[in-house]
């Protein structure tokens, strides 16, 4: 199973990617780092299709059979960074695939927000967000931000648990669909 996580925080110290690569580590998943700031800003050109990184991150995400977007709360959305990466590649590395959104906010009751925002986004490139979502706060993070809390954590691996469930499912389905060769 090839999961393929998203830091949607362009910040190069920032609790999304904290969260993301603990993802990383634990499962042995591939991650997709935007704080990296290698993509270009998307602008409809042929070229930009062109560029290495934005062939290789593209193909990252098309192998991949789940996806888990996390994205930090800005300003009541998800962040333009990610929302960038969407609108670069479009639906191909989305469409009929199981997608986990864990966010995380500044502790103001915020969140859901960017939840909710990369939920209705991700259903405009026909990716399947998968029900389970989280919202992570600075408590939830060890001091100094180094790590993702156990307890925290522990509700993290609920999604992740759910994610790959869903992505199970989908390759059952479609080691089905291979056998019965119409
Ligand atoms: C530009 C900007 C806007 C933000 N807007 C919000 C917000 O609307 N709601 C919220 O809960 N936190 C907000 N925050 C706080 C972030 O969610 C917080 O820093 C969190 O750790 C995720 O961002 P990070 O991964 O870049 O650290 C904002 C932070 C920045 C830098």
């Given at each position: 199973m090839n999961i393929v996580v998203v830091?949607?925080?362009?910040?190069?110290?920032?609790r999304t990617g904290v969260l993301a690569k603990q993802l990383v580590d634990v499962f042995n998943f591939s991650l997709v780092d935007?704080?990296?700031?290698?993509?270009?800003?998307?602008?409809?050109?042929?070229e930009q299709k062109e560029l290495d990184v934005v062939k290789s991150i593209r193909n990252t995400l098309i192998q991949a059979d789940g996806i888990v977007l996390c994205t930090p709360e800005y300003n009541n959305a998800m962040s333009g960074a990610l929302k960038n990466l969407i609108e670069l590649f479009g639906s191909e590395p989305f469409k009929k695939k199981p997608i986990a959104l864990l966010a995380v906010a500044g502790?103001?009751?915020?969140g859901i927000n960017a939840l909710n925002n990369a939920r209705t986004v991700v259903r405009g490139v026909y990716?399947?967000?998968?029900p389970k979502h989280l919202v992570l706060d600075?408590?939830?993070?060890i001091e100094n931000d180094i790590s993702v809390k156990e307890d925290a954590f522990t509700k993290v691996t609920e999604v992740i648990d759910e994610l790959k469930e869903y992505v199970q499912k989908e390759i059952l389905y479609k080691e089905f669909l291979e056998s019965k060769s119409f």
């Open positions: 830091n949607g925080s362009p910040r190069a110290i920032g935007l704080a990296l700031g290698e993509l270009p800003l998307y602008n409809g050109e042929a502790g103001g009751k915020g990716g399947n967000a998968i600075p408590v939830d993070f």
